[in-house]
């Protein structure tokens, strides 16, 4: 395989907006994806992805080194342990496999090879079942999705009241922000719906919402 990168340098800010990009194939003819990072083959490297099925696809089996995360953002994803309905966020450790497909056709938010380690926990979470929990600014609620001993990232859902703004704050061990839906701002500009943005270690903002937004916000897994 061909090693290729696409913004793979985790010093730099990077900024993608996904409803400008056009859907490329998969090895699945039936399955698509708006890459957003990648680092390694092709085919087998660590990469962030925007994926869609279309009605009644299927994906071969296989395994996931180094692990796998989806967060459910449209339709039903489905794999012979259950279906996963929009906002269900999935942490699949290394060693699990399984044959994903979706009857009416799904878009999810991946992530590959980027949770290495055996004694990792498989998490499932509803969230449109959980309870938001207040942030330490009023009109600023979380979910938390993953935050294990031993283990440096923390992932949470975030939601942001209209007219917010979050105090201005550092990133050590980087942030990602993909943003759900609604818009976000911050000094560096406006993020819509579909933007995904990386922080790396060591940065700085002070972020805002003048008509509020929900958000996938990952911290504290990237290199110093």
Request: glycine share 10%; net charge negative; aromatic share 10%.
């Amino acid at each position: 395989m061909v090693d290729t990168g696409l913004n793979d340098d985790f010093t730099a800010q990077v900024v993608v907006h996904t409803a400008d990009m056009e859907w490329q194939a998969s090895p699945s003819p039936s399955v698509w994806r708006k890459r957003l990072d990648l680092s390694g083959p092709a085919e087998a490297g660590r990469v962030t992805s925007v994926v869609r099925y279309d009605a009644d696809s299927a994906f071969y089996e296989h395994p996931h080194p180094d692990g796998e995360e989806i967060l459910v953002l449209d339709g039903v994803f489905s794999d012979e342990h259950g279906d996963y309905g929009p906002g269900t966020f999935l942490l699949n450790p290394e060693g699990f496999s399984h044959a994903p497909f979706s009857r009416e056709g799904c878009v999810l938010f991946v992530k590959l090879r980027q949770y290495p380690g055996l004694t990792r926990r498989q998490i499932t979470i509803h969230t449109e079942k959980a309870e938001w929990q207040p942030r330490m600014v009023d009109g600023v609620d979380a979910i938390p999705l993953y935050d294990e001993d031993g283990y440096p990232e923390s992932i949470r859902l975030v939601r942001y009241a209209a007219g917010v703004t979050f105090p201005a704050h550092d990133h050590p061990g980087g942030e990602e922000v993909f943003v759900i839906d609604g818009t976000l701002q911050d000094e560096f500009g406006e993020y819509k719906k579909g933007s995904w943005i990386r922080f790396p270690h060591g940065s700085h903002h002070t972020p805002s919402s003048k008509d509020g937004c929900l958000l996938y916000v990952k911290t504290g897994h990237l290199p110093a």
